[in-house]
């Protein structure tokens, strides 16, 4: 029902209308595969307001590649689009924070000229103590909207840290011994979903299909999809979710995987790396991570912990510098026309020039990589002699370059690229097209989470990342009293 993977900031419901002839199942991929299709939408906003404001932008791209005519929206923080039960809209009380959002909102659609965006005023209240309130009524529109969107993200096709999701075949190996164990007799079949209803919507010998409170609407729907195709409807049997007596504050109430996903942040996933040639009493920690991912914010954390951090960034700009190691290699290689009349390297015209050329590029890399790697190696004799027994290299292009191999230990920072755009376009201000480009340029954060010892995440609240953090480095410092470099 929610077409989430190509428009990550909405779910989209399509009335049936719109789709003469085709069969509910199909109807994802359809409006995925589209453009700009509709002449009209409904946009509902249901997160806080507070939370709403950053995200707006893109929602309203989002729309926009949909809607390409009258977009109206309803404001409905709070509403809840969970559980069976059919969402009801309530009064919204206009206050200065609602009436600033309508502004912002109007101002944000500027930005799609081609739209004709209508905020709907019948919920919104004004408090008076000498006006009744309004009377809940059915508005009609001008335009009936042909595509119902929404800002609710639902988990289906985008689990929460997917880096970390246990690989299908061990997920079966374990749920088929779970079920020999607990009745040897039992005859099961465990099959991959490749639609969004599987053997529930078209196999004819099923008599009932058990749910939970949060799959019974999927189960009405694989419903509603058998009697199209003339098959009996299937007997639901809801089951309660087990609560988690011991998650925490951001975590599910339920016992669920995403919970234990979660906890594995911070940990360590698989042995350190022996590092002989290192600096002798001093462990090292390459921290990476893509593009907007918060990986800086991360090294600064760790360093208000204790850590010494090596930014290689800051080491690139002493390698380009008219005296570091990389400047006449770099003006030799590429020309005098890089540099600005000063002499310094412009490095939007040197970027310019490899941009998008993996030719180029790497006689760049080639390069610069070694000698950043130099100068990191330095930094690190200056953190032993300032008595530090923890070294962390921020680099976003650690694997890239190869410099995993002066670490003991890789740790990454992952967020959903949806949030990465997000974060880019609203830091740099780019276009959400240069956004996507520029992490299409760089490791998927699978590609890094399969080379890490370490995972964290930058998806909430700030105190829940200082906590990951501070999780990470209490169990980083057992590490290091068991290992014998750190006592030479």
Not at 122 to 129: F, G, L, P, R, V
Not at 191 to 211: K, R
Not at 310 to 331: E, K, N
Not at 374 to 400: H, N, Q, S
Request: hydrophobic share 40%.
């Amino acid at each position: 029902m929610f077409g989430l993977s190509r428009y990550p900031y909405l779910g989209v419901v399509v009335p049936k209308a719109v789709l003469p002839g085709r069969r509910s199942g199909s109807l994802r991929g359809w409006c995925l595969g589209s453009m700009a299709v509709f002449q009209s939408g409904l946009l509902v906003l249901t997160t806080p307001l507070a939370s709403l404001a950053p995200r707006l932008a893109p929602i309203l791209t989002s729309a926009a590649r949909l809607v390409n005519h009258t977009l109206y929206v309803h404001l409905q923080p709070g509403m809840s689009l969970e559980g069976p039960a059919q969402p009801q809209s309530s009064p919204v009380q206009a206050t200065f924070e609602v009436l600033d959002f309508i502004a912002h909102l109007y101002a944000g659609a500027n930005f799609h000229r081609h739209l004709d965006v209508r905020i709907l005023l019948t919920n919104i209240q004004t408090k008076s103590a000498f006006l009744p309130p309004l009377p809940s009524s059915v508005q009609n529109l001008a335009h009936p909207p042909e595509v119902v969107l929404t800002d609710f993200q639902t988990l289906d096709g985008s689990k929460l840290l997917p880096e970390l999701l246990q690989p299908y075949a061990e997920r079966v190996e374990h749920l088929s011994e779970f079920l020999v164990d607990i009745k040897p007799s039992l005859t099961f079949d465990v099959i991959p979903l490749l639609d969004p209803y599987g053997p529930a919507g078209s196999d004819p010998s099923l008599e009932f299909l058990v749910v939970s409170e949060e799959t019974y609407r999927g189960g009405m729907a694989a419903n509603r999809f058998r009697l199209e195709n003339d098959l009996e409807e299937l007997a639901l049997y809801q089951i309660q979710l087990v609560k988690d007596e011991s998650h925490e504050q951001h975590e599910e109430e339920k016992v669920s995987s995403s919970n234990a996903r979660q906890r594995l942040l911070g940990k360590l996933l698989r042995p350190p790396n022996k590092r002989p040639e290192l600096p002798s009493g001093l462990y090292v920690i390459g921290l990476t991570g893509i593009s907007g991912s918060g990986k800086s914010s991360i090294a600064q954390r760790l360093k208000g912990l204790g850590a010494f951090v090596i930014d290689s960034d800051h080491l690139g700009h002493r390698a380009y510098a008219p005296s570091g190691p990389a400047y006449q290699p770099v003006v030799e290689a590429f020309g005098t026309d890089i540099l600005h009349k000063d002499g310094i390297i412009n490095r939007k015209i040197l970027g310019s020039r490899v941009f998008g050329n993996k030719k180029q590029m790497k006689i760049l890399t080639d390069i610069v990589w070694p000698v950043i790697a130099k100068l990191a190696r330095e930094e690190m004799d200056l953190a032993v002699a300032e008595g530090k027994d923890v070294c962390v290299i921020d680099a976003a292009m650690l694997l890239e370059a190869g410099w995993q191999n002066m670490v003991h230990e890789v740790w990454t920072v992952v967020i959903p690229e949806t949030e990465a755009v997000r974060r880019i376009v609203e830091r740099d201000g780019l276009s959400e097209a240069a956004a996507q480009s520029r992490l299409q340029s760089q490791m998927s954060g699978q590609q890094l989470v399969d080379q890490s010892h370490v995972v964290l995440s930058t998806l909430w609240e700030p105190h829940v990342t200082q906590l990951q953090v501070e999780k990470a480095w209490n169990l980083l410092q057992k590490r290091i009293a068991k290992t014998p470099q750190a006592h030479d």
